[in-house]
């Protein structure tokens, strides 16, 4: 079965360090999210990929956030310096259909930032 | 106040028990998940519906849309059900989500 996978599961890093969370979605896909879930709260949304460019984001996805698809078949999530609560699950996701598609996530990449 | 809401918070069944988990939103979507969320954090979508009735092995997701209102059921619950349930509306033009707190389900053998 097909499935989304991300790396690295599990990131420590220091405050104000660069961080780049890597995903491979499910290769016939055109809509890609990465969501966020900081520790005992609930699942957020963070930002939506088509076509090559950002189609939504949050108000959590500010400057210190950026998306990327280099070589069509991963997708990055970059935050240039990195802050205490910034420590979180990142799950990326995709589908094949905008809204109508099944979606499917990944494993989640950890992120532990001290 | 949260556009997704969901109850009970917890949940705690024994083995072999009926299990219903509701969920309740606020704003417009064009369609509705219901997601599992193992212990070690990973997401399995387990329905995605905007109307009626899906049945996928033990478990049942219904939906009304005219009430916003969304139930999962388990069927005869086992221990390996134990997980964090969580309903997600689609709501937007971009397909993304809004994720309500989960349900926390224990099933004890």
């Known amino acids: 079965e097909p499935e989304v996978t991300q790396t690295p599961s599990h990131q420590v890093t220091q405050m104000g360090q660069e961080v780049i969370l890597r995903c491979v979605p499910i290769s016939n896909h055109l809509y890609f999210y990465w969501y966020r879930q900081i520790l005992g709260q609930k699942v957020e949304f963070l930002v939506s990929?088509?076509?090559?460019?950002?189609?939504?984001k949050s108000e959590i996805f500010d400057d210190q956030f950026s998306v990327e698809r280099p070589d069509g078949s991963n997708f990055t999530l970059k935050i240039r310096s990195t802050k205490l609560e910034d420590s979180a699950m990142y799950f990326c996701?995709?589908?094949?259909?905008?809204?109508?598609?099944?979606?499917?996530f990944g494993e989640g990449s950890r992120l532990t930032v001290l | 106040k949260n556009e997704v809401e969901q109850s009970p918070q917890n949940l705690t069944a024994q083995e072999g028990e009926f299990i219903t988990i509701n969920c309740s939103y606020s704003?417009?979507?064009?369609?509705l998940h219901w997601l599992q969320q193992h212990p070690g954090g990973g997401i399995v979508s387990l329905f995605m519906l905007s109307s009626g009735k899906k049945k996928h092995g033990r478990l049942i997701a219904t939906i009304n849309i005219q009430e916003k209102h969304s139930s999962l059921h388990i069927t005869a619950s086992h221990p390996r059900d134990s997980a964090v349930y969580i309903c997600a509306v689609i709501s937007g033009s971009q397909g993304n989500l809004i994720f309500g707190k989960g349900t926390k389900l224990s099933v004890k053998p």
């Open positions: 990929f088509y076509n090559n460019e950002i189609s939504e």
């Open positions: 704003v417009g979507i064009s369609a």
């Open positions: 996701a995709s589908r094949e259909q905008r809204s109508t598609g099944e979606l499917f």
